[in-house]
């Protein structure tokens, strides 16, 4: 058999050789077909994403340089780079796993549907993997209505590291310094592109040119001495002082620039009291585990009761909150309120404290007056205290007990005052039971 094979190959070679080419795709169809014949297809990006997208380019198409954009080509590039990473995102995310042992749980089984998030510059809420391609297209959009505004959330938004951030948007201001102080300077007022700090430190960084050609800068070929052919400069014209003015507020707003991201939507929802609220059945968003780790996870629940019973040391203890931050993405919360109605919603497992404590405040018709909420095995949260909700043993989920304030509360019943209805009407009116 293994002479077989050997000579198979040395015949293969042979005809290759002999042909000067590769072998054709043909050959090699059986091999894929058959190593991905239980694989399920690869999933295309989200209708949403689409959408995105298409509008994207779309308005690429209609407007090549909106007040000042680069090039139809790069903006173009820009939005394709975009999707295609959302695709491949996506595909690697909802591609099938090998240990098939871990059970899918159906949608209506599911405690919540899913993570949210809303986008600040539209109000549109999106699945975690619309998100990146949303708020871009959005910003893409700004354009039309104040385009420095947008370039410095393309900035701020589109390059992750914030120290080369930093650094570009100091040059970019060192530039506006130099033009305002010296207005009537030539030299001051131009920009060449090929300069190799502007190439490394400012060019590289997207949104840089758009914000440049916002504020005032020109495109234009200068010849350049010891050079038979000129090149490109960012030319700003002469500037009355108060265009001068309105550079530096305009250079302001480029240094207090902040990245858009899309906030997470806490889905509030009310529950009746009912005997399953220490259920949670939680779709895979919230771990941040592999198949295998969450059939693990699944399968130690069942032992943390005699795990707690056994005398553990710190250093236990510690090991186990360090391995439960990076399980948990997320964490699903519902707080018993005093008549046994349930308030839920989903939180970053490293969300602070005081998260919660708004969280609950702002859904409660008398939120104003003080009350304290109690984490399972009695530990009483502090609302002042910095703390993570991941550190207070309280992911992936979690039922909290809320209680008013006892003496307030005799005060304001004494006064004839309490409250009949609990929560705010978006929540009563919507109010469910749990299955």
Request: overall charge neutral; glycine content about 4%; hydrophobic content about 40%.
């Amino acid at each position: 058999m293994k002479k077989f094979f050997e000579d198979f190959k040395k015949d293969i070679k042979f005809k290759s050789a002999g042909t000067g080419k590769k072998l054709t795709d043909d050959t090699s169809k059986p091999q894929v077909a058959h190593s991905h014949a239980s694989a399920k297809p690869r999933q295309a990006p989200t209708e949403g994403a689409q959408r995105a997208g298409a509008a994207a380019l779309a308005r690429v198409d209609q407007h090549p340089r909106p007040k000042g954009q680069t090039s139809q080509d790069a903006i173009r590039k820009q939005v394709k780079r975009e999707l295609d990473a959302e695709a491949a995102a996506l595909a690697e995310k909802e591609k099938p796993v090998e240990d098939s042992s871990v059970p899918v749980k159906e949608l209506a089984c599911l405690s919540v549907s899913g993570v949210f998030f809303t986008c600040p510059l539209t109000g549109a809420t999106l699945t975690k993997s619309e998100r990146e391609v949303h708020i871009k297209e959005a910003i893409f959009m700004r354009f039309e209505e104040d385009a420095v505004e947008a370039s410095v959330m393309m900035i701020h938004t589109f390059n992750k590291d914030r120290d080369k951030v930093k650094v570009a948007v100091d040059i970019i201001s060192k530039y506006i310094e130099n033009i305002c102080k010296n207005p009537a300077e030539d030299k001051y007022r131009k920009i060449k592109l090929s300069n190799k700090v502007f190439q490394e430190k400012v060019h590289a960084m997207e949104g840089s040119r758009e914000f440049l050609q916002a504020v005032g800068f020109i495109s234009t070929m200068l010849p350049v001495d010891g050079q038979e052919e000129g090149e490109e400069f960012l030319v700003l014209p002469e500037q009355s002082a108060e265009a001068l003015d309105l550079m530096q507020e305009r250079r302001d707003r480029l240094q207090r620039g902040e990245p858009v991201r899309a906030q997470l939507d806490r889905q509030p929802q009310a529950f009746r009291a009912c005997a399953f609220a220490m259920r949670f059945e939680l779709p895979s968003e919230f771990y941040n585990l592999t198949a295998d780790e969450l059939k693990r996870e699944q399968q130690q629940r069942s032992e943390l009761v005699d795990k707690n019973a056994m005398l553990r040391t710190k250093a236990m203890r510690e090991k186990d909150e360090q391995r439960a931050r990076r399980k948990y993405n997320y964490t699903l919360l519902r707080v018993r309120l005093p008549d046994g109605t349930l308030l839920q919603g989903t939180f970053y497992a490293w969300d602070r404290v005081p998260a919660l404590f708004q969280f609950v405040r702002e859904s409660l018709v008398d939120g104003w007056q003080p009350f304290e909420l109690i984490a399972p095995g009695s530990q009483k949260l502090n609302e002042s205290e910095d703390v993570a909700l991941a550190e207070c043993h309280l992911v992936p989920s979690a039922v909290i007990t809320f209680n008013w304030d006892a003496a307030v509360q005799a005060d304001i019943a004494a006064a004839g005052g309490n409250s009949p209805v609990l929560l705010i009407p978006s929540l009563q009116e919507t109010i469910k039971t749990l299955g």
